[in-house]
């Protein structure tokens, strides 16, 4: 038997099994880890187009979604596909679509009519390298923004980020959660790498008999914006009396008008319910070291390597913070300014040429704060990141 | 048990006057639809208008009824959406020649599907809210605001569009049209997609540039080609009772039903490992790579694998980066491989960067035609044909991933075999093992 070597430059270990108990362990991907997110959320209704890398998600819910009563259907593009969300989720289902950049591309008046309507929506965008066709089966990191402004009128979605595998269990279900929550279209933006790529995984058995029914009511206005901030439950079609649902500015009982101070107050109200309640959205896993001067800031599939990098740096000695974005937007400012307390440099490693940087930079206020960037397809390696940090 | 007596109600309208212009066929096309509904005698909270954008969108505001109210031409699509999720909802989609021509695909798509709504198109041959643009269904020679000189272009014929593509029910006719609240029920109770193509006078616009009349609605139709009445009728199952039907059969757990894979071996790693495997799409890379990540697993480790193949799927280059480790690890790159396989051309291809990253430290185990590889690490020769039998394409990757865990041990050979026979194709999987331990031996 030959010995490996060692000391070598690899991944950090998360945690060394020290135990003797015998591991209950899964080999998944992101993709499995979404649709069980959604299913275990009480996703009962899906609608896609096939698009490199997220066609694993429609295959599987087109298997899946029946077993649970629920409807999946192939929509002719993305934009019927979104449509039909929007549809299904009116009549009462919790609706969830998934695509890569290009299908967000074709989202985009949707996602408005989404944000108006107050519709909960999840959507996942299982990133690619763009633009256009750009790398159907290549990593990228670059609908960072564009999820976020992808439609008329600069409105407020929330965007989550998962890392891992689990995570994007996990954030899946908490996407459902925020859509329920605030009404309005919940982003999951993974990646290529991250939903294809099989990893092993603790079996979670922590989704059993999670509550998932819709808190709606069945009388009234679908709508009210009193205070600015307040979320009124959903209708659905067919319970109870006769409601309205429109994409122009509307009054509570969602009638079109031209009204200022009620156009105002509804518009107001977009905003309000989301950015007053940024506490129970922002999300990040913080793992901070008192004294560091650096901190490396990351989301998605590149905290995978950030991760590995700040352990090294610590074996080695050097003191070194980590933070990563698990909710991209809103921006986790409360948590982003706690972590930049006494830091000097802050390092952002990302697979696009810095485009979530220039919101770390706005908040850095003027720390110093370097890209590590890649746009050609590759991960960015522990040791770009590491050789930044240094 | 007692009976519930519903008095039908006497009107689905609002009190609210409709905002169309004087003489616009908008009005009476929605007060027979009224009529329609009051004979049906249905319940307005089980009816959804859905409109989507132009004169025609202002509609659902003057109905009791539920409405839906959204994007240009994407009013097939909310409605599908809607009837799916709730198959007891009657829907009735309003929308005009504008949203017919945008939205086009999806009148097709709901066509084929026979998803059980009932569409009404307002067309009144141009864009009437905008200013009296073309539209898909201005005749030939029409004057527009963006056709000053004659509209070149061949009008959409909605109703052939639809009744070739599998729509239940489709007709052709006029807001004047005697009958069309009768037409309107009829089609309401077919159970698929029907399609009513309603023409009407534009008189803000078409009707003023084209001396475009009611006298002359009915000759212009025929003499377009166009013929009014009743065109296509279908029995067929509708898409949202046909899925139920379809489906009521699947049941069992769904993806959550986890297995955890049994562990019944230890590993010798003190360290992550990495193993690259490269070669040629369709030549079950990946599903090598997997396997021994689950030989893995069976030992107690850690595993994650990253693959690399281009979008044609069965050609070209495919390259797996597996990573086994005694801890959980995050997801990252495999800069300099511990071990790495070279089992085609395609795969010697991508293996540069690898190669020139590996020290004396790694191994690269290569098929014979790339023997003369650059590398600073040990280089194992191994001759396929060496092997007692023909290796298939399919195994090559599995043998020499074998090959390489006979050579490093990181974990049991017998973890590797009792992956290899626990899943599809378990005897070619394990007599690869066999190969492949054999070919270092």
Redesign the interface.
Known sequence: ??V???G??????????TNTE???????DGT?AI??GA??AGC??F?GYPI?PASGILM?MMR?????GG?A?Q???E???????????????K?MTATSGPGISLYS??IG?AIMGEVPLVIIDVQRLGPATGG??TVAQGDVQFVRWGTGGGYPVIVLAP??VPESYSLTVKAFELAERFRCPVFLLTDK??A?????VD??ES?IARDTARQEKHEGLPYSWEPADAVEPMRR??E?????????THDEG???TKNAAKVGALNEHLIAKIEAHRDEIEMVDADLVAGADTIVVSYG?T???A??AVTRLRSEGIGVSSLVVQSLWPIPETALNEAFDGVDRIVVPELNMGLYSREIERIAAGRAVIGVNRIDG??I???EIVEAVR | MSAITITPIATFRTDDPYPFCPGCGHGPILDRLNEAMIKLELDPTKVVIVSDIGCSGLSDQYFVTSAFHGLHGRSTTYATGIKLANPDLEVVVIMGDGGTGIGGTHLISAARRNIGITVIVMNNLNFGMTGGQHSTTTPEGGITSTTPFGNLEHPLDICATVGVNGAAYVYRGSSFDSDLADRFAAAMMKPGFALLDVWDLCTAYYVRSNKFTRAGMEESMRSWGMEPGLLYEREAAEYSAGYRLAHAAITGSPVAGAHPIPVGFTHALDRPMSLVVAGSAGGKVRSASRLVALGGIRSGLWAAQRDDYPVTVKSGHSVSELWIAPGEMPLTAVTRPDVLAIISSDGYGKAGPYLGAMTSDDLVLTIPEHSDLETQARVAVLDPKSAESRIPKTSMGLVYLSAALAITNPYPLDALREAAGAGSFAEANLAAVETGVALVE
């Open positions: 038997m030959e490996l070597p060692t070598r430059a690899v991944p950090s270990l998360v945690g060394m099994i015998v591991p209950r362990r899964e080999y998944v499995t649709v069980r299913i275990d009962t209704f609608a490199t599987s899946e979604i029946p077993k649970v409807v259907i929509g002719e593009d934009i019927a596909s979104i449509g039909m969300c929007l549809g299904a989720a009116m009549s009462g289902a609706a008046e949707s009519l159907a089966t890392s891992s790498e991250l294809m790529t099989l990893s092993a079996v979670d989704a079609y067919g109870g009396d006769a409601f309205r649902f429109t994409g122009s969602a009638y079109i599939v905290a995978g390597a991760r590995a590759g991960l390696t522990i040791d």
